[in-house]
């Protein structure tokens, strides 16, 4: 079991307010994603770190905002939620190195914007 | 472009029996290919891992192929069970960035009855 874990896991929440999903891991590692996964769908990268104040947007736009002060947190910030926000949302993280790609998943969270 | 396609969509099997995933990728340059077992409502887990060089790997009662020539790969079941029903993700990696960039398929669901 990998250790890495994400709160909330389910969040229900109205339109226009603002959350924050929080993501932290304990294996040390410098990667940290952000994925975003519709049901019978693939994964979607939407945010990534090579490691600390470093943060890039992923292949898919998202109107989402992410940080890196600490190693271990990688928390996602959406100012004003929409129902098209409504999705599964899963981190990740690996550690560096060619032969260290193997991301390691959080449980995810399932967001609802009604 | 990279792409990753996965058959069938989905699948229903007894409990006992056997079965196959299919994986077709278009990703170059090749780095890796992982299968992921995904539960309904968790992150991915991976299964298994094999570089150009390797054809088969085994773990348990999961064993993926494959070949790199056709850009093909399998993920045979043997003897399922009710646990095994899950989203199984073929995932290739490429060694032509530094993020070791994932190409993820939109996973065949697999459900397995009694």
């Known amino acids: 079991e990998a250790d890495i874990y994400q709160t909330p896991r389910y969040l229900v929440i109205g339109t226009g307010k603002k959350i924050t999903l929080e993501c932290s891991q304990t294996?040390?590692?410098?990667?940290m994603y952000w994925y975003q996964q519709d049901p019978g769908m693939e994964l979607h990268l939407i945010h990534y770190?090579?490691?600390?104040?470093?943060?890039e947007k992923g292949d898919l736009s998202s109107e989402s905002t992410v940080s890196r002060i600490r190693t271990e947190h990688f928390p996602l910030t959406l100012e004003s939620a929409r129902p098209s926000h409504t999705s599964q949302y899963l981190c990740?993280?690996?550690?560096?190195?060619?032969?260290?790609?193997?991301?390691?998943f959080g449980p995810g969270t399932r967001l609802t914007v009604l | 472009k990279n792409q990753v396609e996965q058959s069938p969509q989905s699948l229903i099997i007894l409990e006992g029996k056997n079965c196959t995933l299919q994986c077709n990728y278009t990703v170059s340059p090749f780095s890796n290919l992982r299968w992921y077992k995904q539960d309904t409502g968790r992150g991915p887990v991976s299964l298994t891992i094999?570089?150009?060089?390797?054809n088969t790997k085994s773990n348990g009662r999961y064993t993926a192929t494959l070949d790199a020539d056709t850009k093909q790969s399998s993920l045979h079941i043997t003897a399922s069970q009710l646990s095994d029903s899950a989203s199984y993700i073929c995932?290739?990696?490429?060694?032509?960035?530094?993020?070791?960039?994932?190409?993820f398929g939109r996973g065949t669901q697999l459900t397995v009855w009694p």
């Open positions: 995932v290739v990696s490429d060694r032509g960035s530094t993020l070791g960039r994932l190409y």
């Open positions: 294996m040390g590692h410098d990667k």
């Open positions: 094999m570089t150009f060089s390797e």
């Open positions: 770190s090579y490691g600390v104040n470093s943060t």
């Open positions: 990740a993280s690996s550690g560096s190195g060619p032969s260290n790609n193997e991301q390691f």
